[in-house]
T-cell receptor
């Protein structure tokens, strides 16, 4: 159980275009999802916390107008990279916390398989 | 300064040998510590989770230890296999919130 999927697994786009990445919890509901970015040989860096039915909370230094997050249902959160630039090329990973456990002790985040974004 | 430091950054081991990875943290108040395995180009997969009162936890050939007093953890891989080649990430969470502190990972390469 507790499977999180991401789509697409990899995407190549031209500079200036927008790219949408989906994160789905397949067998559980998630009121809270997290979006991370990971550069080669680096830690996962939290970008934002996505809350179902409300605005996302962004980490310092992350542009909310560039990285649009929508958490429209208990099983789906989307990250849209707008006007993508080559420096946005990275590995984007989402995680989800099962409904009812959000805010409790910080564990039980289930990670998706990641999306490799390459902006040319 | 990163709240979670891992060492060694990378290591190469022969198939069948054992290895131990280290994790030191400063996260407080401590809630739990997880070791994840991340294959190249994939998301992290949880191996073990330990709370304050647990000293050791095993998952097959993976054994994690925790010393909450010294804020140190280790992950021991027994009889390594080629499929163990991956990055092993130590993740520590603070009590009372969902924020996680990630280490940079130990990159393990197992060679035949």
């Amino acid at each position: 159980g507790a499977v999180v999927s991401q789509h697409p697994s990899r995407v190549i786009c031209k500079s200036g275009t927008s790219v949408k990445i989906e994160c789905r919890s397949l067998d559980f509901q998630a009121t809270t999802m997290f979006w991370y970015r990971q550069f080669p040989k680096q830690s996962l860096m939290l970008m934002a916390t996505s809350n179902e039915g409300s605005k996302a909370t962004y980490e310092q230094g992350v542009e909310k107008d560039k990285f649009l997050i929508n958490h429209a249902s208990l099983t789906l959160s989307t990250l849209t990279v707008t006007s993508a630039h080559p420096e946005d090329s990275s590995f984007y990973i989402c995680s989800a916390v099962p409904y009812g456990l959000a805010g409790r002790r910080g564990e039980t985040q289930y990670f998706g398989p990641g999306t490799r974004l390459l902006v040319l | 300064k990163n709240q979670v430091e891992q060492s060694p950054q990378s290591l190469i081991i022969l198939e069948g040998k054992n290895c131990t990875l280290q994790c030191n943290y400063t996260v407080s108040p401590f809630s739990n510590l997880r070791w994840y395995k991340q294959d190249t180009g994939r998301g992290p997969v949880s191996l073990t989770i330990m709370t304050f009162s647990e000293n050791t936890k095993s998952n097959g050939r993976y054994t994690a230890t925790l010393d909450a007093d010294t804020k140190q953890s280790s992950l021991h891989i027994t009889a390594s296999q080629l499929s163990d080649s991956a990055s092993y990430i130590c993740v520590v969470s603070a009590y009372g919130n969902n924020r996680l502190a990630f280490g940079k990972g130990n990159q393990v390469v197992v060679i035949p």
